[in-house]
């Protein structure tokens, strides 16, 4: 996708709302949640979700949706239409931003656009127009996003909002840029520019002499595209926008190259690229370097050039690293609201057993004074105060266990959550840093590698590959299975064909390694699960049945049954497993993982993955092992019968001696 499709979106979030810094979100999400308590109009309910929902809009998309989606439930239940239509708009933008589902984010907004004509809202009308376009922008259905963009212009004329007119003006500009008509692209933007220059929006003129200088540049037209460059250059420094500066003294270098002037290209290039290093900016770091780079290496100055592609490859790692990060700090962030979440929960416990407690002795309170009016009256209260006080005993005991539970449950979670990261920070390194490093090598030297080095890199490529691909497969199974949100099918399962399918996918590995794959079953056997699951236990069994076996070696894999239980058995050869690992092989906060035979990485979380799928399938797992003997792992699920109701009720546990446990 184009980058100027992307600030077609910028644009339009920028003018419909004004988003604070971070720290100012927070205070706002504090106040809003206390008026929200406060509050005892429904209206004003609705209103006070709903700007929940779009403070936390940019940095937890889940508790945004949360938000809206309550926003929506309760204007649908006291009627309230404008309410309800800004809702489904909100709904509609997250899913376009953050789910990816284009076709429901359009029918939340076409539904949104229809109330907003009921109640002739013309500003939302538009807004909605602009939403709806950059669906279809983004969807690459650049006529369609014209259409919606050009409908909201004429309701922008129609109200006079020239701020509005002036973007819709240079988004239209951006589609027929995308649509290859430059020459449209060019009219809408001095259209749009003209107005920017009436109101003296700095911002927006600076912006719209870029996107003009850009299609003066596509066209080759050097001295045009220089001009426009240089108008916004003027602006940037009456404004003080470093970032946007650097990018224009880019722009301003590239064209100074295309016209020979390469001395002149080079000090414009620098100028982007200290003005990057000053504001830490790194899209034009990364320009100004990669373009120097070229330059020298064109003028011949070899290690110069050099120095610039180390820059650039520095930056990127860079990048890539705050990325990294980013995404590790959202998926804490996301722990951590859990965690608070839990926490309230143990605050409101404990103050129901502050209330127990109150009560309790208000009972005993009522009793005494009563009983000194009337002796009768007094042994009736007292039996009844005696009575009520232990069944709030009770309670009290039953919420102290709760409680307890619940914290042991915390506790859990967050050992849990630590060795989720560590193998998130540490595993997914180390197979992209071997690629980075093969993908360098053959980049630079690849004239110098011989045609067996080149076969040798390949296949520790694809054994990076490998790795990377089974640890993100077993990351996704495991949130899936762990967050509740996954979806169970049982249903009877085919054992012989889903182990011959799962030999087949790792014929190729194993005989790399030279070890067998054997399976002589006797005939077919039918288990009773969700067959996804099991397939998923099979193939991390049989993976590192291959990962931890010699040369010359077998892996032998089995199907019995016993008391309308199924077993599924991978024996490998290999180096074994010492015992005291053996206890502690199903459990993510433990760290167990050891090299396989040709020194493959091991991420800890297949066995625990494989634990709580069985879990969820009323199986279980074992491991038979002796350090240098090899490994049997035994799987039990239970057996297809026509006795499924009762099967399916009853948990199945496998001892290490392959029996029912």
């Not at 933008?93 to 359009?106: M, Q, S």
């Not at 701020?163 to 290859?180: D, V």
């Not at 399916?648 to 001696?657: A, G, W």
Request: hydrophobic share 35%; charged share 25%; with cysteine.
């Amino acid at each position: 996708m184009n980058r100027k499709i992307v600030s077609i979106l910028v644009c339009a979030l920028f003018y419909i709302y004004l988003i604070p810094a971070n720290g100012q979100k927070l205070e706002s999400i504090d106040s809003l949640q206390q008026e929200l308590k406060k509050t005892t109009s429904d209206t004003q309910r609705v209103k006070i979700l709903f700007e929940l929902s779009m403070k936390y809009q940019s940095f937890l998309p889940d508790s945004a949706m949360y938000f809206a989606q309550t926003s929506l439930d309760k204007a649908n239940a006291i009627h309230y239409v404008k309410g309800k239509a800004d809702a489904l708009l909100q709904i509609g933008r997250l899913k376009r931003d953050h789910d990816g589902t284009a076709a429901d984010a359009l029918t939340d907004m076409f539904d949104a656009l229809k109330l907003y004509r009921e109640i002739g809202d013309d500003v939302q009308i538009a807004n909605s127009l602009n939403d709806i376009s950059i669906v279809y922008a983004n969807s690459e259905d650049y006529q369609k996003s014209l259409d919606y963009f050009k409908q909201a212009l004429e309701i922008f004329k129609k109200t006079g909002d020239e701020k509005g007119e002036s973007y819709a003006l240079n988004n239209i500009g951006i589609i027929y840029q995308e649509l290859g008509d430059e020459a449209s692209a060019k009219k809408y933007f001095i259209l749009s520019l003209k107005i920017k220059e009436k109101s003296n929006n700095l911002y927006g003129i600076s912006r719209s002499y870029s996107n003009l200088g850009s299609i003066s540049e596509n066209n080759e037209e050097w001295d045009e595209a220089l001009l426009y460059y240089l108008k916004a250059d003027s602006i940037y420094i009456k404004t003080k926008d470093i970032h946007a500066q650097a990018n224009n003294y880019v722009a301003i270098a590239r064209v100074k190259r295309s016209q020979g002037k390469v001395n002149e290209a080079i000090r414009y290039a620098n100028l982007g690229l200290k003005g990057g290093e000053e504001v830490r900016a790194f899209s034009p770091m990364l320009s100004a370097s990669k373009l120097l780079a070229s330059i020298e290496e064109k003028r011949g100055n070899y290690k110069v050039s050099l120095s610039y592609q180390k820059l650039y490859n520095r930056l990127a790692d860079s990048l890539n690293d705050q990325t990294n990060k980013a995404n590790l700090e959202e998926l804490k962030a996301k722990f951590n609201l859990d965690e608070k979440e839990r926490e309230i929960v143990l605050l409101k416990k404990e103050q129901e057993l502050q209330q127990a407690r109150i009560q309790s002795k208000n009972v005993i309170t009522y009793s005494l004074t009563a009983g000194v009016v009337l002796l009768v009256l007094v042994v009736v209260l007292l039996y009844y105060a005696y009575k009520t006080t232990r069944s709030k005993k009770n309670i009290l005991a039953q919420k102290n266990k709760e409680i307890e539970q619940q914290r042991e449950d915390l506790a859990k979670l967050n050992n849990e959550k630590d060795r989720f990261f560590s193998i998130l920070s540490h595993d997914l390194r180390g197979p992209l840093n071997s690629l980075k490093g093969f993908s360098y090598l053959i980049t630079e030297h690849v004239d110098a590698l011989t045609p067996e080095e080149l076969i040798e890199m390949r296949m520790k490529i694809d054994n990076s590959l490998d790795n990377l691909t089974e640890l993100l497969n077993n990351i996704l199974e495991w949130s899936m299975t762990s967050s509740r949100k996954r979806k169970w099918t049982f249903t009877k399962i085919n054992t012989t064909d889903l182990i011959r399918k799962n030999i087949a996918l790792y014929q190729t590995m194993a005989e790399s390694k030279g070890i067998q794959l054997v399976f002589h079953p006797a005939d077919v056997q039918y288990g009773y699960g969700d067959y996804h699951a099991i397939d998923t236990v099979v193939r991390n069994l049989i993976s590192n049945g291959i990962k931890f076996s010699h040369a010359g070696t077998a892996v032998i894999l089995s199907v019995t049954t016993d008391q309308d239980s199924l077993y599924i058995s991978v024996r490998d050869q290999g180096v074994g497993i010492p015992y005291e690992i053996q206890q502690k092989l199903f459990k993510l906060n433990e760290n167990v993982t050891q090299p396989g035979t040709n020194n493959e990485k091991g991420t800890g979380l297949g066995l625990t993955l494989c634990k709580e799928l069985l879990t969820e399938n009323k199986g279980d797992i074992a491991v038979k092992s002796e350090p240098g003997e090899g490994s049997e792992f035994i799987v039990c699920i239970p057996e297809y019968t026509s006795y499924e109701r009762t099967l399916i009720s009853m948990p199945r546990k496998v001892t290490t001696d392959g029996g029912i446990g």
